[in-house]
């Protein structure tokens, strides 16, 4: 076959091979009534493809300059075909001539085709990409013509998912959809800002990233208002250069298109984005059937398709509750954007945006019903002057009225509230000082003012709510969790009789709740407790931004806390950015580190730390040196430093929130006992076994007093006191303890917490030889962190944990490829050079040596040479150098126990009270038999 025919015939196959029957059959029989020939070998294409499915991929004609993998195309190299229609390709490709690194998606003419209206085509697309310049539409990067004349335009690739597709994946509320569908209102808006209207909208076209912005794609029959119109694109014989169903009754009329035809493919986007399905329902599902329902169907209503729909299409409402959710004002607005006239449409897409703005913020829509309004306007019309005069003046009398009187009632209202809680303080402070020469204490005085309150303020319920709100705020900051969630279950009951309380005070007093389940360990009843607020919240950004950005950042902390990360990073974005705007920057603090516990959560622990101390920076300049929040971000600063073993700087930097935490607050207060127990660590990482256990006795007594038995905090507790006990020998009170740390976390604990748990618990099984009861749990967290994307490091450390256990059940072909698997994914995870990447390393050369593998010895006593100064380096030295004396015990007894009485010499120096490496080398020395005789 000659290439020009095949260039006629495999757009029109593609667009076959994409139909279903009879669809199908219909469009051949067009095809044939107007070219027989044409018809004829299209059906022989068709019935090659039913017979053999393979002979599609082997090309027909070879067409000349046809592209592979690795070509060269201008300065570009391409990579792989990410999409071919009959006309086009699309390529990933990498730019290759040194100039700078960039990955596109490079958009091109199918090789060999000489069509001149499909190089007009391309050259209008790329002059109209050129006129865009807006977040929400990918970018133009490059275009030209390579040396074979070759047109290309090089764009920004995309990775995401359709919107709808992402949207149903993320199983987003309509609050969160119509947001993402505001971000496509803004991108349209400004291509016809350009003068330039798509004419393909279509969620194909509209890509979601994964942060959460929009994507519009493939302005390739977009067309410039300004420009000499060009000839027709369809012809009966033809493709379509629009999508069918998403194409408005004037495209399918083939009349001119303008900027409401975009509002009208927007309309079904929004149709199915808020239903799952098409606005019409077909007896029919052929092209012709679907022309007549666009041109002259009616379209169902978006909570009617709602009701009649499959569950799994609704998510994340069942289907009577979203068709109760979309009844009324949405609706309307999806209505009048389909509408058959494109004068009965929104006048333009910032319209629709404003309409659906207006919707989120609970305020009348435009997109109202005709029936009653209609017949209004019509009497309106016709008596419009005098009714005009008259209603001016009726509407000033009674505007000017009602502003008086709501004012008038709102100043005496906050008269009274203020009168009753200036004598409700007076007669406090009274109370506390008949109490004698005793001195009352904090927590005293707070119940004494409650029990004041309730009769000083008992005609005053809105008073009476704000005092619970303020001592119940005074109670979470001294620790009195329980008592904190006592008085704002009375504030709630209060609230919920007082319809009309200011939202302020109603969102301030949800995120209260929510920070006390959180601290009480009940997340799931914070992200109870908030959620229904959250289109109140959303609703009063721009009039409460402070209150607002509080409350988000307090859900995001309870998403984070059920381990829905992506929620969570999204609640933070809003937050941060609400506080940025309002210049907040301890409220910018506190966001950050929620942000940075994200990322260390996540696996980045080297972007957390670097976002810590940004923070840390930001706050010092804004604040000084003193404040609260500083404690936070230093003791976070301390965990990370840790886990990149940068022990010093750890150390420095819990001393430094202990420091300031008890400066600001006292010894007995929350903050205070959290950077003990973060001190306790490192301490115990640097062999101050004592220090370390006193002050996790301390923490542990504190919380003990003040939260639930089977809090994560107290569990975090129980495990830090079974590892300082396992450091020091004692066995049994470790396991009991770390048992109780497991039950804990696995009652109310995260998987990652749960992991953990289990890991030290196999891990203090391993160390006493018992490796047939510590190879459960070490399976048990292995699995956990699997199911936990993107943190290797953890993964690697349960792998050559689970390898350890194996060697010492005898399982070496078990134990090998999971230690393998653990130096990949410490080193990945950590570093080649950390401590834990080290410990793999040994693990795996120490199996090898003891299948009798020839260099391995050899391995060991290498990465037993000390890689720096650093104490778990050390650690992990000693062990190398332990296990090559381990293998040359049966060579070179005399010279094998030597190198490990010089081993145990170093670290008595080093680690004066011991610890789990001197007792694992002290074992191996032994079992290597007597002492060397001097």
């Known amino acids: 076959m000659d290439a020009q025919r095949w260039q006629r015939l495999s757009p029109l196959l593609d667009a076959l091979l994409e139909l279903q029957e009879p669809a199908r059959s219909e469009h051949l029989a067009t095809l044939r009534a107007e070219d027989p020939a044409l018809a004829d070998e299209l059906q022989r294409l068709l019935t090659l493809d039913a017979d053999q499915a393979e002979f599609l991929l082997t090309p027909i004609v070879q067409i000349a300059g046809s592209l592979i993998p690795g070509a060269r195309l201008g300065p570009y190299r391409l990579e792989r075909l990410l999409g071919e229609g009959g006309m086009g390709q ?23 085709l000489a069509d001149h209206t499909l190089r007009q085509r391309f050259d209008r697309e790329r002059a109209i990409l050129a006129r865009l310049a807006h977040p929400f539409i990918a970018r133009l990067f490059d275009a030209g013509i390579d040396q074979n004349d070759q047109p290309y335009l090089a764009l920004e690739y995309v990775e995401g998912e359709p919107i709808t597709s992402y949207c149903q994946s993320h199983s987003l509320d309509i609050p969160a959809r119509l947001d993402l569908f505001r ?37 390739g029959i977009a067309k410039l208002i300004d420009a000499t119109p060009a000839r027709t694109e369809q012809t009966r014989t033809g493709v379509r250069a629009f999508t069918l169903h998403y194409a408005a009754p004037e495209q399918i009329r083939g009349e001119p298109v303008t900027t409401m035809t975009d509002v009208y493919s927007l309309g079904v986007v929004l149709f199915e984005l808020l239903t799952g399905g098409k606005p019409y329902r077909l007896n029919r599902q052929t092209d012709a059937a679907w022309e ?88 309106l019309q016709r008596h419009r002057w005098g009714l005009a005069a008259t209603a001016s003046v009726l509407l000033v009398l009674l505007a000017a009225l009602g502003i008086v009187t709501w004012q008038a009632q709102r100043a005496l209202a906050e008269a009274a509230r203020a009168q009753a809680m200036q004598r409700y303080v007076a007669e406090l402070f009274q109370d506390a000082g008949s109490a004698g020469a005793t001195p009352i204490d904090l927590r005293r005085l707070l119940a004494l003012g409650i029990v004041r309150g309730e009769h000083s303020l008992a005609r005053q319920p809105l008073a009476r709510a704000e005092l619970y709100g303020v ?26 009789a007082l319809p009309d309380a200011p939202t302020g005070l109603q969102l301030q007093a949800a995120t209260l709740r929510g920070q006390t389940q959180q601290q009480l360990g009940d997340p799931a009843a914070c992200v109870a407790t908030m959620q229904p607020r959250y289109a109140l919240a959303h609703q009063e950004e721009p009039r409460l931004p402070l209150p607002v950005a509080a409350f ?18 999204r609640l933070y974005a809003r937050a941060l950015d609400l506080r940025q705007r309002q210049q907040d ?52 600063s301390c965990a990370l430093e840790r886990q990149l073993d940068a022990l010093d700087a750890a150390l420095r930097d819990c001393r430094s929130a202990l420091a300031l935490a008890q400066r600001l607050h006292g010894s007995n207060h929350r903050a205070s006992i959290d950077a003990q127990r973060q001190l306790a660590a490192v301490l115990l990482d640097q062999g101050r076994l004592s220090e370390a256990e006193e002050l996790f006795v301390n923490a542990t007594a504190w919380l003990q007093a003040r939260l639930d038995p089977h809090h994560p905090d107290l569990a975090r507790a129980y495990n830090s006191l079974a590892i300082a006990a396992w450091e020091r020998g004692e066995t049994d009170r470790a396991l009991q303890l770390q048992r109780q740390a497991v039950a804990g976390w696995q009652r109310t604990g995260t998987p990652l917490q749960q992991a953990a748990g289990l890991f030290n618990l196999a891990m203090i099984l391993h160390d006493a030889g018992r490796d047939r009861d510590a190879l459960a749990p070490a399976q048990q967290a292995l699995v956990l962190r699997q199911s936990q994307r993107g943190a290797l490091s953890p993964l690697g450390d349960s792998q050559r944990l689970l390898g350890e256990i194996l060697t010492g059940l005898d399982q070496p072909h078990a134990a090998a490829p999971l230690l393998a698997a653990a130096v990949r994914n410490t080193e990945a995870g950590y570093g080649p050079r950390h ?18 593998m020839p260099d391995a010895p050899l391995r060991l006593q290498r990465l037993g040479l000390p890689a720096d100064d650093n104490l778990e380096q050390r650690k992990a ?46 074992r191996l020395r032994q079992r290597c038999g007597a002492p060397v005789k001097p």
């Open 90 to 112: 699309v390529w990933l490709a990498a730019r290759a001539d040194g100039l700078y690194e960039r990955r596109v998606a490079l958009k091109l003419l199918r090789p060999g």
């Open 183 to 219: 971000q496509v209102c803004d991108a349209v808006s400004h291509a016809h800002a350009n003068l330039i209207v798509h004419r393909d909208l279509k969620p194909s076209n509209i890509l979601v990233t994964s942060s959460g912005q929009v994507r519009l794609l493939d302005f």
């Open 292 to 379: 007549e329902a666009i041109v002259s169907g009616e379209p169902i209503r978006p909570s009617q398709a709602a009701a009649q729909a499959a569950p799994e299409t609704t998510r994340p409402y069942p289907p009577a509750r979203l068709a109760r959710a979309l009844a009324g004002d949405l609706d309307n607005i999806v209505l009048k954007a389909i509408a058959k006239c494109p004068e009965s449409r929104y006048s333009s897409v910032e319209a629709l945006s404003l309409d659906l703005l207006r919707y989120l913020r609970g305020q009348p829509v435009s997109a109202r019903g005709e029936r009653f309004g209609y017949r209004l306007r019509k009497y």
């Open 471 to 496: 001592v119940a705020q005074l109670r979470l900051g001294l620790g009195d969790y329980r008592e904190a969630a006592d008085l704002l279950q009375r504030q709630a009951r209060l609230l919920a």
């Open 552 to 569: 988000f950042n307090q859900l995001g902390r309870c998403r984070h806390a059920l381990g829905d990360t992506t929620t969570a990073q």
């Open 585 to 636: 920057e301890t409220g910018v603090a506190e966001t950050t580190l929620d942000q940075a516990n994200l990322l260390a959560d996540t696996g980045h622990t080297a972007d957390a730390l670097a976002t810590l101390q940004r923070g840390l920076a930001r706050l010092r300049q804004a604040a000084g040196p003193q404040h609260p929040l500083a404690i936070e971000l230093l003791r976070s």
């Open 835 to 852: 401590s834990h990447t080290r410990r793999a390393q040994i693990a795996l050369a120490r199996l090898q040596a003891l299948n009798g």
């Open 877 to 922: 030295a000693w062990l190398a150098r332990a296990y090559a004396a381990e293998q040359a015990c049966t060579t070179t007894p005399q010279q094998a126990r030597l190198s490990l009485d010089a081993i145990l010499a170093e670290m008595q120096l080093a680690l004066p009270e011991g610890g789990v490496v001197p007792r694992t080398v002290a």
